[in-house]
């Protein structure tokens, strides 16, 4: 059952909405959007597959432009500024774009140190 800001969110939503589970899908995701900040590698997988769910549920797993555009939209500061710096076509597709972020933003077991000098292996 709903609680506190929840069920407030709930009851403010137009009864249709509240009555149609795909409306209701679509309100609860419009209100639950990812937010990427840039601070890890981990955060970057998360991010990823959270803008892979989105557009599955949207029907939209295979739009890469549509993907790449709801990502845009959930990515914040550190990475907004990084993300500002990205050509054109990397912003526009999402393929592009996933690889950008995981050239960018590496998980752990791909960076490595080795006398103060860092390695970062990627997979092109």
């Not at 639950?32 to 959270?50: K, L, M, S, W």
């Amino acid at each position: 059952s709903l609680q506190g800001e929840a069920l407030q969110w709930y009851a403010n939503l137009d009864p249709e909405v509240q009555e149609n589970w795909k409306l209701l899908q679509r309100a609860l995701l419009a209100k639950c959007r990812p937010t990427f900040r840039g601070n890890n590698g981990v955060e970057c997988d998360e991010f990823v597959q959270a803008v892979r769910q989105r557009a599955i549920a949207e029907g939209k797993e295979f739009d890469n432009e549509w993907m790449a555009k709801f990502a845009s939209t959930c990515i914040a500061g550190e990475a907004l500024r990084w993300y500002t710096r990205l050509d054109k076509t990397t912003k526009h597709d999402w393929d592009l774009l996933q690889t950008a972020l995981f050239n960018q933003y590496p998980t752990p077991n791909l960076l490595h140190i080795e006398n103060g000098i860092q390695y970062v292996y990627v997979s092109l």
